[in-house]
């Protein structure tokens, strides 16, 4: 009988709530493979049974996490009568995605594969297909515009120049720039000397990150306004 109070205290503890948190967590600190069922029961003292109380398996769990990273993104709001126009709240909704995707990295290569598998996924891409809509997208490139701009978000955070020092030491990470920098520099000046002039930016990390993530964010939108002013121009070089 104790055994079964004491399964029943422990589920009680585990909320979900408490699990997706103490994972999501453990992803940030670790890395995405230090994410197993039996590393986070081991974490909270319990079996492994306690969490598939919860989650029937990894993946559900990796689904929660999603979900939670979603939820932290602050769809843009705005006084009644002061909307402001298509594109501007396009990058606003962009950029608040990416700030919760920054927050996470080490899961932000999760969230395209699962964004509309969860309530928090589909409020985010109503509003951006909206703001899309009222640009003068059609259904198909809404889709599509909607698909390459989240990789194009979630590339931001995991694929920016320089090398990361999660699991590597400060040192290690040094030896490595340092190497790729005499790899580039070394090539032909004769051939490639915009590359070598480039050589430095391209293998340190961003002296400003958030002026990178912004950079990144400018090229997105403004590439969408300048499809639709294309097809905006388009039934008027028809019709002429």
Same mark, same amino acid.
């Given at each position: 009988?104790?055994?079964?109070?004491?399964?029943?205290?422990?589920? $009680? #503890?585990?909320?979900?709530? %408490?699990?997706?948190? !103490?994972?999501? &967590?453990?992803?940030?600190? @670790?890395?995405?493979?230090? +994410?197993?069922?039996?590393?986070?029961?081991?974490?909270?003292?319990?079996?492994?049974?306690?969490?598939?109380?919860?989650?029937?398996?990894?993946?559900?769990?990796?689904?929660?996490?999603? $979900? #939670?990273?979603?939820?932290? %993104?602050?769809?843009? !709001?705005?006084? &009644?009568?002061?909307?402001? @126009?298509?594109?501007?709240? +396009?990058?606003?909704?962009?950029?608040?995605?990416?700030?919760?995707?920054?927050?996470?990295?080490?899961?932000?290569?999760?969230?395209?594969?699962?964004?509309?598998?969860?309530?928090?996924?589909?409020?985010?891409?109503?509003?951006?297909?909206?703001?899309?809509?009222?640009?003068?997208?059609?259904?198909?490139?809404?889709?599509?515009?909607?698909?390459?701009?989240?990789?194009?978000?979630?590339?931001?955070?995991?694929?920016?120049?320089?090398?990361?020092?999660?699991?590597?030491?400060?040192?290690?990470?040094?030896?490595?720039?340092?190497?790729?920098?005499?790899?580039?520099?070394?090539?032909?000046?004769?051939?490639?000397?915009?590359?070598?002039?480039?050589?430095?930016?391209?293998?340190?990390?961003?002296?400003?990150?958030?002026?990178?993530?912004?950079?990144?964010?400018?090229?997105?939108?403004?590439?969408?306004?300048?499809?639709?002013?294309?097809?905006?121009?388009?039934?008027?070089?028809?019709?002429?």
């Amino acid at each position: 009988m104790a055994g079964k109070r004491g399964g029943t205290a422990a589920k $009680e #503890r585990l909320s979900r709530d %408490v699990i997706v948190a !103490s994972a999501l &967590a453990l992803a940030d600190a @670790e890395g995405l493979d230090a +994410l197993t069922i039996r590393r986070l029961a081991t974490d909270h003292g319990v079996t492994p049974m306690a969490l598939y109380w919860h989650f029937k398996d990894k993946d559900l769990l990796l689904d929660g996490v999603v $979900e #939670r990273v979603l939820e932290g %993104v602050e769809i843009p !709001s705005y006084p &009644a009568g002061s909307q402001p @126009e298509w594109h501007v709240r +396009l990058l606003d909704c962009f950029a608040a995605l990416l700030n919760a995707l920054n927050e996470h990295r080490e899961v932000a290569d999760l969230v395209h594969r699962r964004f509309l598998g969860s309530t928090a996924g589909l409020d985010i891409a109503e509003f951006a297909f909206a703001a899309l809509q009222e640009g003068g997208f059609g259904r198909t490139e809404r889709a599509e515009i909607g698909v390459q701009a989240l990789h194009n978000l979630v590339v931001l955070v995991t694929m920016e120049p320089g090398e990361r020092a999660l699991r590597d030491s400060e040192e290690e990470v040094a030896r490595r720039i340092r190497e790729k920098k005499v790899v580039l520099q070394s090539l032909a000046p004769e051939r490639y000397p915009n590359i070598i002039d480039c050589a430095e930016s391209l293998v340190d990390k961003p002296a400003d990150e958030g002026r990178y993530r912004g950079l990144g964010l400018d090229i997105l939108i403004e590439g969408i306004r300048a499809r639709a002013a294309r097809q905006l121009a388009e039934p008027a070089e028809k019709a002429s």
